[in-house]
């Protein structure tokens, strides 16, 4: 008889993008798609994944390092997605909004406005239409600068050279509405769901994004859990990190780093707010103080490039984990990278 195995890859963590595959039986999960759709496949792939065997896409919140690659590979692999109605919302605004005038269509716009205008009413209406004009333009403005600073999804263009998937190529057209996805499932946080041979649990986790979940995956009698992207670590996220075989902890920033680093105040605040991210400090001493230290895997994710240091991280949560002696010399404790895949955890 086949032993029944569950896998857990993750193909990138940190700010520049993050993903990962869950699968158990003949099911296949991916967490995130915050790479492009082509470097996604091309991760999968070296690991020795097909694209096209994945089944769905769960989305944790809706900032690009989480969903640069959503729509062009859902719409390529024809998959469904999974995340919570604020999420989809959200996301959804900013891969596309309102389409922006230049100031000679506007200029135009009101011309003919004008014209109409005089046509019949008073002047007093042209007048409020202009302002209304002015409105729109400045508020369309507003949302193009927003999703230039680190909105958007990949451009359509990366679609036609998903080859790693499939030879048919009807994807690379202009007309290709960013938004669209296949099939969408609304999470409610709190209400776990099945999924093929997976019973996955979203639970809502503080942090800036409308409304963001992170996933505890059960299959085969293991729990998985996978948390990065928040700010502090409440009761509920800290009930639902106990009782794991594996468990992946955001380990953002060093506070010295952080503090020193060449980040601008204002985002320094952000990262360091109740809604940010989780300091070393903050999920070593989760893990020293508040966590059971059950699973044999514990994963490093979510490490800033600026303002962390793997080593730092590391000996950060060694030394909590040694407080937990039960399995200690059987447990690993790993890093997951931005530029590479970590190697695969099989259970
Ligand atoms: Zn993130
Ligand atoms: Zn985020």
């Known amino acids: 008889m086949l032993e029944s195995m569950v896998q857990f890859t993750v193909l990138a963590s940190g700010s520049k993008g993050n993903s990962a595959v869950l699968a158990?039986?003949?099911?296949?999960?991916?967490?995130?798609?915050?790479?492009?759709?082509?470097?996604?496949c091309r991760r999968m792939l070296?690991?020795?994944?097909d694209p096209a065997t994945l089944d769905a896409i769960l989305v944790t919140h809706?900032?690009?390092?989480?969903?640069?690659?959503?729509?062009?590979?859902?719409?390529?692999l024809g998959i469904p997605v999974y995340l919570t109605e604020g999420t989809h919302r959200e996301w959804q605004r900013i891969v596309n909004p309102p389409p922006r005038q230049t100031y000679s269509q506007w200029?135009?716009?009101?011309?003919a406005r004008r014209a109409a205008?005089?046509?019949?009413?008073?002047?007093?209406?042209?007048?409020?239409?202009?302002?209304?004009?002015?409105?729109?333009?400045?508020?369309?403005?507003?949302?193009?600068e927003a999703n230039a600073d680190g909105g958007a999804e990949e451009a359509e263009s990366n679609e036609s050279e998903l080859g790693c998937i499939t030879s048919d190529s009807d994807a690379a057209s202009a007309t290709v509405d960013p938004a669209r996805?296949?099939?969408?499932?609304?999470?409610?946080?709190?209400?776990?769901?099945?999924?093929?041979?997976?019973?996955?649990?979203?639970?809502?986790?503080?942090?800036?994004?409308?409304?963001?979940?992170?996933?505890?995956?059960?299959a085969e009698g293991l729990r998985i859990a996978v948390a990065t992207d928040l700010g502090y670590i409440p009761p509920n996220v800290a009930a639902q990190l106990q009782n794991c075989d594996a468990l992946m902890l955001e380990s953002n920033h060093d506070l010295d780093m952080l503090r020193d680093g060449p980040y601008p105040w204002s985002v320094k605040q952000r990262v360091l707010s109740r809604v940010g991210h989780l300091s070393n400090d903050t999920a070593s001493e989760f893990l020293e103080q508040s966590w059971d230290g059950r699973a044999a895997c514990v994963v490093l994710a979510h490490l800033s490039e600026s303002n962390n240091l793997p080593e730092l991280a590391r000996v950060?949560?060694?030394?909590?984990?040694?407080?937990?002696?039960?399995?200690?010399?059987?447990?690993?404790?790993?890093?997951?990278?931005?530029?590479e895949p970590l190697e695969t955890l099989r259970f």
């Open 117 to 144: 205008a005089s046509t019949e009413e008073s002047t007093h209406e042209a007048g409020c239409a202009e302002a209304n004009s002015v409105a729109t333009l400045a508020a369309s403005e507003a949302i193009a």
């Open 46 to 49: 070296t690991e020795g994944i």
């Open 62 to 76: 809706e900032h690009s390092d989480h969903v640069r690659g959503l729509g062009a590979l859902a719409r390529r």
């Open 181 to 218: 996805l296949p099939e969408v499932h609304y999470l409610r946080p709190g209400e776990p769901i099945t999924l093929g041979d997976f019973e996955v649990h979203p639970f809502t986790i503080p942090h800036d994004a409308v409304d963001p979940v992170a996933y505890v995956f059960r």
């Open 316 to 339: 950060a949560a060694e030394r909590a984990l040694a407080s937990h002696t039960a399995n200690l010399f059987a447990r690993k404790l790993l890093l997951a990278s931005q530029h």
């Open 107 to 111: 200029i135009e716009a009101m011309r």
């Open 24 to 40: 158990a039986g003949s099911t296949r999960l991916l967490l995130d798609a915050g790479l492009s759709a082509r470097e996604l």
